[in-house]
Structures are given as structure tokens and as C-alpha cells.
């Protein structure tokens, strides 16, 4: 069975707003190196972080942030 994963649309968004891996980082108050594993897919951003991205992207964290999948039913 598929597992659920976290998608998101930060590299799109960064583009659409003119700003870099380093600027976002700056806004959130994390490393460049953390925002491009969150980008690529390799880590998870807590929700906190999750909603700072999406404030800095001025987005909805809904619209960064994507569910994919389906969680196992019980």
C-alpha cells in the first residue's frame, strides 16, 4: 500500500515571488541547507516551520503543503 507523503510547492512559489533558497531561509529563520531539503522532498518541516514557509511565500500553508496518498484505514 502506498505510503503518505508531504509535497510541496516552495521552489515554484519561491520563483513566482523573486527569492532565493537563502532569502527564505532567512525569513524562517533556518539554514539554506534545511529550506532545499524541505524543497526537494527529503525532510519534513515541523508544523511550525511549515506555516513560517508559507508566511515568507506570503501562500496558505495549504497551498505550500500537499498530502499525497492514502492514510491505512482501520
Known amino acids: 500500500m502506498p505510503a503518505v507523503q508531504l509535497k510541496n510547492a516552495i ?4 520563483f513566482e515571488n523573486n527569492m532565493t ?5 532567512l525569513r524562517t529563520g533556518v539554514s539554506r541547507q534545511t529550506i532545499m531539503s524541505i524543497e526537494r522532498g527529503r525532510t519534513n518541516p515541523s508544523v511550525l516551520l511549515a506555516y513560517k514557509i508559507a508566511a515568507a511565500l506570503e501562500s496558505d500553508v495549504t497551498e505550500v503543503f500537499m498530502m499525497e496518498g492514502k492514510l491505512v484505514p482501520v
Open 11 to 14: 521552489r515554484r512559489l519561491r
Open 21 to 25: 533558497q537563502e532569502e527564505l531561509a
